[in-house]
């Protein structure tokens, strides 16, 4: 079982900057990939971007230059900096693990943070 607890979402000014804390219950370097997903109200979740064990990286066009995903290994957490916030950018942010295709439980779901980009 891997619980994650995000961390660092709140109001920000477009144009502003935020960085999400993911913090796995395990050793982040063996999940298969870690991912960023997003829910606007109304809207399906979405990834925004995600992170394999091997280093690839993945975004969603909408964030590709302005958010970047990364990972401490001895800290056990996974980040998600966010540069030139829009308003479109407003939703709830969810953060993902996929144990891979070999898991019994393959994914597993953060409780998600706010992030709202409003002046």
């Known amino acids: 079982q891997v619980q994650l607890v995000e961390s660092g979402g709140e109001l920000v000014q477009p144009g502003g900057s935020l960085r999400l804390s993911c913090a796995t219950s395990k050793t982040i370097s063996s999940i298969y990939r870690m991912g960023w997903y997003r829910q606007a109200p109304g809207k399906q979740r979405e990834l925004v971007a995600s992170?394999?064990?091997?280093?690839?990286?993945n975004y969603a066009d909408s964030v590709k230059g302005r958010f970047t995903i990364s990972r401490d290994n001895s800290k056990n957490t996974v980040y998600l900096q966010m540069n030139s916030l829009k308003p479109e950018d407003t939703a709830v942010y969810y953060c993902n693990a996929d144990r891979g295709p070999l898991a019994g439980t393959r994914y597993y779901w953060g409780q998600g943070t706010q992030v709202t980009v409003s002046s």
């Open positions: 992170l394999s064990s091997g280093g690839s990286t």
